[in-house]
């Protein structure tokens, strides 16, 4: 439904696609239920200005989870954003050295965190609050661990 359209190069195949995480929506959608809930039962009318603001959150979390996905194919990295003015940053694979992943406790049952990439030749990227981030980070490491070309050959 929301999936952007990207341009393979040939034989390219897509192996994960990945969005940010949901949780300001979810976290929008938990404050509604608690106001609505405390003002029935209480009465309180001025509980439902935080059901507001539980709107709001839920309205922004959900234009910034459909706003960026995360493409990983077999050679290279995507970072596609934008509705109508699509713009793809791309990480070729080949230069990136090193992917790691920083969750903490929360971050990890939510399986979302940071993931960064060093490498030879790129700045390092990081790329926050990615959804399902545990498989994203070793689907990059699977595509890193293909036998390499020896440097003193």
């Known amino acids: 439904?929301?999936?952007?359209?990207?341009?393979?190069?040939?034989?390219?195949?897509?192996?994960?696609?990945?969005?940010?995480?949901?949780?300001?929506?979810?976290?929008?959608?938990?404050?509604?239920?608690?106001?609505?809930?405390?003002?029935?039962?209480?009465?309180?009318?001025?509980?439902?200005?935080?059901?507001?603001?539980?709107?709001?959150?839920?309205?922004?979390?959900?234009?910034?989870?459909?706003?960026?996905?995360?493409?990983?194919?077999?050679?290279?990295?995507?970072?596609?954003?934008?509705?109508?003015?699509i713009r793809a940053e791309e990480v070729l694979l080949e230069k990136v050295g090193h992917v790691t992943l920083w969750q903490n406790k929360l971050d990890r049952w939510w399986d979302r965190g940071i993931i960064t990439l060093y490498g030879i030749g790129i700045r390092t990227q990081k790329i926050r609050g990615v959804s399902n981030a545990s498989s994203f980070r070793n689907a990059i490491h699977s595509q890193l661990s293909v036998e390499p070309e020896h440097y003193f050959e």
């Open 1 to 85: 439904m929301f999936q952007k359209e990207i341009q393979l190069k040939s034989g390219e195949q897509i192996l994960l696609r990945s969005r940010m995480h949901p949780g300001l929506m979810i976290a929008g959608c938990m404050i509604i239920f608690y106001a609505i809930f405390v003002s029935i039962f209480t009465g309180y009318i001025s509980n439902l200005i935080s059901a507001g603001f539980g709107a709001l959150f839920m309205i922004i979390g959900f234009f910034k989870w459909s706003y960026y996905e995360f493409i990983l194919t077999d050679s290279r990295l995507l970072k596609v954003s934008g509705y109508y003015y």
